[in-house]
């Protein structure tokens, strides 16, 4: 009897041991598991305040290309619809070059980057913030990068075609000659190049600019409430 209570109470002893021995391991995975998620969440809003800074630059970035074009816009028209001769031709100074230089835009890229790479490393984690911003990024870098190829392509065509002209020099070197002026005002060789220039800049490249802006904005805001929230 005395040796059947030993063994009992030995049995109880040694569940009791293995008991508090894997709580002790669950309670060690918990707090492994809480640290990996706040080092998680740290990387996470580290990189998110670098997106925010870049979101940032690019909406400035993007007023200022906004302004270019909308004027740009004006002057190709005045071009378009032959409302500039060589008695009026000096209120249009940028007139000249409308077929021949553009306004690219380069997104900045750097939070993104390190954003696909944390999500490549926590295939796992979801999260609809982040989420939201990779569609974002998808949806727009391909085409911005390509809208800039296109005008960079065409406004270099033009400006190769400019210098089959004897006067080609002159534009360069700022001198202004008659035969210039009747040129980028009477021609339709330039009415063309400035129209087909105008679908490529205003038609694609402006609007995509601008929805680029809209978007941008919006993810800011939806970052600033992540940090709101969690402070």
Not at 172 to 185: A, D, L, V, W
Not at 206 to 222: D, G, N, Q
């Amino acid at each position: 009897m005395f040796k059947k209570n030993s063994l009992v109470k030995y049995l109880l002893y040694a569940i009791g041991e293995i008991f508090l021995v894997v709580i002790g391991i669950l309670l060690a995975l918990q707090i492994n598991n809480w640290n990996e998620k706040r080092k998680s969440d740290q990387e996470l809003n580290s990189i998110l305040k670098i997106i925010s800074y870049d979101l940032a630059t690019d909406t400035i970035i993007a007023n200022q290309i906004i302004t270019y074009y909308e004027q740009h816009q004006k002057d190709s028209k005045r071009i378009v619809d032959r409302e500039l001769n060589k008695d009026n031709f000096q209120e249009c100074p940028t007139c000249m070059a409308l077929a021949t230089q553009y306004q690219p835009f380069t997104i900045q890229k750097k939070g993104v980057k390190l954003l696909d790479n944390f999500s490549n490393q926590h295939i796992n984690q979801r999260d609809s913030l982040v989420t939201n911003i990779s569609q974002f990024y998808t949806i727009f870098d391909k085409a911005i990068e390509n809208n800039n190829k296109l005008l960079d392509n065409d406004a270099i065509n033009n400006l190769n075609d400019l210098k089959q002209y004897p006067w080609f020099v002159d534009l360069i070197q700022g001198k202004i000659k008659p035969e210039m002026i009747s040129y980028f005002t009477d021609s339709n060789d330039y009415r063309t190049k400035v129209a087909a220039h105008a679908i490529l800049a205003h038609n694609n490249h402006l609007p995509f600019v601008k929805a680029y802006k809209r978007s941008a904005k919006e993810i800011l805001r939806l970052i600033e409430e992540r940090f709101k929230n969690n402070p």
